[in-house]
């Protein structure tokens, strides 16, 4: 259940950030839903070893270094997710900022609410 609900909510995301953010392309519904997968599978599998390995830079950087890593991640997933684009480092920056706000407010009021 917690899968299905951080793939919608990386969806939702996903499609505002198709909107909000020029650069950024979603073909589909469907290509949504598996980006939204996509993208929750590398920061379940992917992104806690970068964290690790590029934990010096992260603390050099006082954690502003996590936005570039999740930057990786979204471009990640355009690049395995047909019908999803990323042109740029910026949309890309811009997306993750997105991504993670919303995945941010959601979570919480999923979480808040399912209690």
């Given at each position: 259940?917690?899968?299905?609900?951080?793939?919608?909510?990386n969806?939702?995301?996903?499609?505002?950030?198709?909107?909000?953010?020029?650069?950024?392309?979603?073909?589909?519904?469907?290509?949504?839903?598996?980006?939204?997968?996509?993208?929750?599978?590398?920061?379940?599998?992917?992104?806690?070893?970068?964290?690790?390995?590029?934990?010096?830079?992260?603390?050099?950087?006082?954690?502003?270094?996590?936005?570039?890593?999740?930057?990786?991640?979204?471009?990640?997933?355009?690049?395995?997710?047909?019908?999803?684009?990323?042109?740029?480092?910026?949309?890309?920056?811009?997306?993750?900022?997105?991504?993670?706000?919303?995945?941010?407010?959601?979570?919480?009021?999923f979480?808040?609410?399912?209690?």
């Amino acid at each position: 259940m917690r899968l299905l609900l951080r793939v919608l909510i990386n969806t939702a995301a996903l499609l505002l950030a198709a909107h909000v953010v020029t650069g950024v392309e979603v073909r589909s519904l469907p290509v949504a839903l598996a980006a939204g997968l996509v993208l929750g599978l590398i920061n379940a599998v992917v992104r806690p070893v970068l964290v690790f390995l590029t934990f010096p830079l992260t603390l050099l950087t006082l954690g502003l270094f996590l936005l570039a890593l999740n930057a990786f991640c979204v471009w990640l997933t355009s690049a395995l997710v047909p019908g999803f684009t990323v042109q740029g480092v910026w949309p890309a920056l811009l997306t993750a900022l997105i991504v993670s706000a919303v995945s941010w407010v959601l979570s919480a009021f999923f979480t808040t609410a399912h209690r």
